[in-house]
């Protein structure tokens, strides 16, 4: 049975400086139980920059946004998260992490295997305070991990392998996670889960999940090798399945392409064109209807937007790929929300005691002004 939503609340709010989630969301009666985090989208672009963000010497080595990003990292450690999903494209990467032509010291250095490693060890060094300061880090992968753009942005075995290597050990380190989070990952499941879709390849640790009290997390990879742009539906719905039997009461997703593409930009064909899942329309309403049956939120990355929506009017898609990457809007452009369509954006969720979910987008302009509540929602059950 579909769980029913509620809007009790849905504005842009300004406020002067980031408040704590432990103050600004007290409340005796009905008091927070988790919180947690997620943005994507942090990596730069050594050709396509954005004017706003010029690359310093730094970031053109480690193609990072790293004054965005550790400016978010800061706040959501501030909010007291107990856990920061990233949904994707924390790196450039886009090449083939494999084997060299020779063993010569410049063909490795200059090897795309050797860029996918040194830019997941600067992001990885970026996140290790985080870790330390009690937010656990959960990767989502990305289109920029998973794919090879010589290949026609398509998924290959390689980027893959080259995933677990980077990632592998947060995914998911029981023991650290209960020191971090103070509460047990339960039910972890790392296989390959993607068989029940038909896949080739290898997704083990590239589609996980795991609970943490009667919350549940899927993240899904929506860039497996041989179906790029489609999330694995078939698992996802059996992933959802045996957790509602275990007693799940709270669902959420995870993935880097948003199911639903939103169109920031206006005119007869308004920006950016099919950018998410729905280029396979029929595997994104597969996915879709999982989402909505078990009354999930979906958070995804992608698009270089913040967003919320309602794509069939009851479960949200919360799109945060704004976390560094060059804004797809552009400076000036017309778009359909200027005061947010160029903003550094993350959301933040509080579950309560009572079961009520409430989801706040936090966020800052382009020439890092305050940080704003950009919008709250809360979910009733």
């Known amino acids: 049975m579909k769980l029913r939503f509620s809007l009790l609340a849905a504005s842009l709010i300004a406020v002067g400086a980031l408040v704590p989630l432990a103050q600004a969301q007290t409340n005796a009666a009905d008091p927070v139980v988790f919180t947690f985090s997620t943005v994507g989208d942090s990596r730069q672009d050594p050709v396509g920059f954005d004017v706003t963000a010029p690359l310093n010497a730094q970031d053109k080595i480690w193609l990072q946004n790293s004054k965005a990003f550790s400016r978010i990292l800061r706040d959501i450690e501030g909010q007291k998260s107990k856990l920061l999903f990233f949904n994707g494209d924390m790196i450039m990467g886009y090449g083939i992490a494999g084997p060299t032509a020779s063993n010569s010291v410049q063909d490795v250095v200059g090897s795309d295997l050797m860029a996918f490693y040194r830019q997941y060890g600067f992001w990885r060094g970026m996140v290790a305070p985080t870790m330390e300061n009690g937010t656990y880090i959960v990767p989502v992968p990305g289109n920029h991990e998973v794919q090879s753009k010589a290949l026609g942005k398509k998924a290959v075995v390689e980027n893959e392998h080259a995933w677990r290597a980077n990632m592998g050990d947060l995914i998911v380190d029981t023991a650290r996670f209960k020191a971090i989070v103070g509460k047990e990952a339960r039910n972890i499941n790392t296989k390959n889960n993607g068989a029940l879709d038909g896949l080739a390849s290898d997704q083990s640790q590239l589609s996980?999940?795991?609970?943490?009290?009667?919350?549940?997390?899927?993240?899904?990879?929506?860039?497996?090798?041989?179906?790029?742009?489609?999330?694995?539906?078939?698992?996802?719905?059996?992933?959802?399945?045996?957790?509602?039997?275990?007693?799940?009461?709270?669902?959420?997703?995870?993935?880097?392409?948003?199911a639903y593409t939103y169109y920031y930009g206006k005119g007869a064909k308004p920006a950016p064109g099919i950018s998410g899942l729905d280029k396979v329309p029929e595997a994104r309403d597969a996915m879709w209807s999982v989402i909505e049956q078990y009354g999930a939120t979906y958070f995804c990355g992608h698009e270089h937007e913040f967003n919320m929506m309602q794509p069939k009017g009851g479960a949200w898609q919360v799109l945060v790929g704004s976390g560094g990457s060059p804004w797809d809007a552009q400076p000036g452009e017309d778009t359909a929300n200027p005061a947010t369509d160029r903003a550094y954006a993350w959301a933040t969720v509080s579950i309560r005691k009572s079961g009520k979910v409430d989801i706040e987008a936090y966020g800052f302009s382009d020439s890092f002004g305050p940080t704003q509540l950009l919008k709250k929602v809360t979910l009733a059950h």
């Open 208 to 258: 996980y999940s795991f609970d943490v009290e009667d919350s549940h997390f899927a993240v899904v990879n929506t860039d497996p090798v041989g179906k790029d742009n489609v999330a694995p539906s078939a698992w996802l719905a059996q992933d959802f399945s045996e957790a509602k039997a275990r007693g799940a009461k709270h669902f959420f997703a995870f993935g880097h392409k948003p």
